[in-house]
């Protein structure tokens, strides 16, 4: 019997010709030999006690008849679907743009043989919708979960039923090139974290938002982290002013009697009796404000994630991919407006509360 093309039923994958395949001498079921070697055992074992012999009708993949099959040549390069980079064929991801060419599973000369697809390698600017993205019958990102289910039931009598895998295919691509429009700026940088985060690694220390936090919230339209962290800046400033400021008037006061500090034994006593009250305010100041840019730096790849992740699908949920690519437009991508907005905010609100506390 010919099993390639049914599907694993340990990993859910299809058996590919040029993989290691094994089959249950028992129920005859095909699985790879490495999710048999999960548990040395095969992976319907659980079934054997009530005589289960396995078919292809168990999970075999839907026919690709209705797509022309593609001829690819093993060492031809392929572009990739997004910026059109021409990468190894059993590349993980892009070259150029970082985006992720294992697709459930499937590299991309596999998905461009499942999907007879293969994206123009013209330009390296990302391309417009609808083409390579539309998903399903539609002209944007909507995704019908009954047609997974009952694709034939979906299609029209006149065009052929899309395979639930090609559908997943489809829709993981528009997803991943929504997250690169979405990022807009340094791509690279971005998905290289998220693939750290993803993989349940740490992502690195965002240098950005460690030097001008709150601001690279506001940048990356992280609004609400970014007020958070503007007003803890902000509460912070106003409750160590008075003693910061103290401090600048006793250093300001000594400052042109420098030279007699290291001569004048009495002169060094006086500001050190001055400082050493305001010391450990200051002291305290400086590591808080530290700690706060630290904690910025941290948690500015992983807020960014989850708010890419969230914002993207609910643009796939948008009815029409113009709709979607207003919505990416907005959501994503950087905003110096906001960075102005909360800088002269912020200068303006310092100032009413000088004038209130400092009569000034």
């Keep these: 019997m010919n099993y390639y093309n049914c599907l694993c039923n340990g990993c859910g994958q299809p058996l590919r010709e040029d993989e290691d395949i094994v089959v249950c001498p ?42 022309p099959a593609l001829q690819i040549p093993a060492k031809e390069k392929l572009p990739c679907p997004s910026c059109g980079h021409l990468n190894e064929p059993d590349a993980k991801v892009c070259e150029s743009c970082s985006m992720k060419l294992i697709v459930l599973g499937m590299n991309l000369a596999q998905t461009a043989q499942e ?24 002209e944007g990102f909507e995704y019908d ?4 289910e009952e694709p034939a039931a979906a299609a029209d009598e006149d ?109 060094y006593t006086a500001i050190l009796n001055e400082l050493a009250p305001l010391m450990p305010t200051v002291s305290l100041a400086l590591i808080t404000s530290l700690a706060l840019k630290l ?30 690519l207003a919505a990416t437009a907005k959501l994503g991508g950087t905003s110096f407006i906001g960075v102005f907005a909360a800088f002269f905010g912020t200068e303006l609100l310092s100032y009413i509360v000088s004038m209130i506390m400092y009569g000034m």
């Design 26 to 67: 028992e129920c005859g079921t095909p699985q790879h030999r490495e999710c048999y070697k999960k548990e040395n055992r095969c992976v319907n074992a659980h079934l054997h006690s009530d005589s289960f012999v396995w078919s292809p009708a168990e999970g075999h993949v839907p026919s690709s008849a209705a797509v």
């Design 115 to 138: 999907t007879g697809h293969i994206a123009p390698a013209s330009s390296k600017k990302l391309p417009d919708y609808p083409a390579p993205f539309v998903l399903g019958r539609g």
């Design 145 to 148: 979960n009954a047609a997974c």
């Design 159 to 267: 065009t052929p039923a899309e395979a639930p895998q090609e559908q997943a295919i489809r829709r993981e691509q528009a997803r991943q090139h929504l997250v690169l429009r979405f990022i807009g700026t340094n791509t690279e940088k971005y998905l290289e974290n998220f693939s750290r985060l993803e993989s349940g690694r740490r992502a690195r220390f965002n240098f950005a938002a460690f030097f001008f936090a709150p601001y690279w919230f506001f940048y990356r339209k992280l609004y609400k982290p970014g007020i958070i962290f503007l007003t803890v800046s902000f509460l912070h400033s106003i409750y160590f002013s008075p003693a910061l400021s103290e401090y600048l008037t006793v250093v300001e006061k000594y400052r042109s009697m420098a030279q007699q500090l290291f001569t004048d034994e009495a002169l």
């Design 295 to 324: 904690i910025a730096g941290f948690i500015a790849y992983p807020l960014y994630k989850k708010y890419t992740d969230a914002s993207v699908a609910r643009i796939m949920s948008s009815p029409s991919a113009e709709a979607g």
